[in-house]
Nanobody, 124 residues
Framework: VQLVESGGGLVQSGGSLRLSCTAS????????IGWFRQAPGKEREGVSC?????????YADSAKGRFTISRDKVNKNTVYLQMSSLKPEDTAVYYC?????????????????WGQGTQVTVSS
């Protein structure tokens, strides 16, 4: 499985960004795909993820109301994270991640596959 992210960058506080992740080589019947982030000096945290089978989603408290995860209607292996009302504390490297299974855990669980990460920087 390969995960390729895009869409990171520099944005001012209050702005928006959309991250994209395309998964290739997926042979799993069901999987959870989503986004983690890691800021300098902090642990990696699950931001949002989505169940491939039923579309169930998870959002971290920090993301609720501001971020939206979705899957491409044509290419189901592409997932987006629309981030709005961005804050400086959202600055981090964002990783796309995928694991097999059919249950969305709190925090998105432990992923089996990871992308290379994309930097998101929010200036104040």
């Amino acid at each position: 499985v390969q995960l390729v992210e895009s869409g990171g960058g520099l944005v001012q506080s209050g702005g928006s960004l959309r991250l994209s992740c395309t998964a290739s080589g997926v042979t799993l019947k069901y999987y959870i795909i989503g986004w983690f982030r890691q800021a300098p000096g902090k642990e990696r945290e699950g931001v949002s993820c989505i169940n491939s089978s039923d579309g169930e989603t998870y959002y971290a408290d920090s993301a609720k109301g501001r971020f939206t995860i979705s899957r491409d209607k044509v290419n189901k292996n592409t997932v987006y994270l629309q981030m709005s009302s961005l804050k400086p504390e959202d600055t981090a490297v964002y990783y796309c991640a995928l694991r097999g299974g059919d249950y969305v855990f709190e925090g998105c669980g432990v992923s089996d596959y990871w992308g290379q990460g994309t930097q998101v920087t929010v200036s104040s």
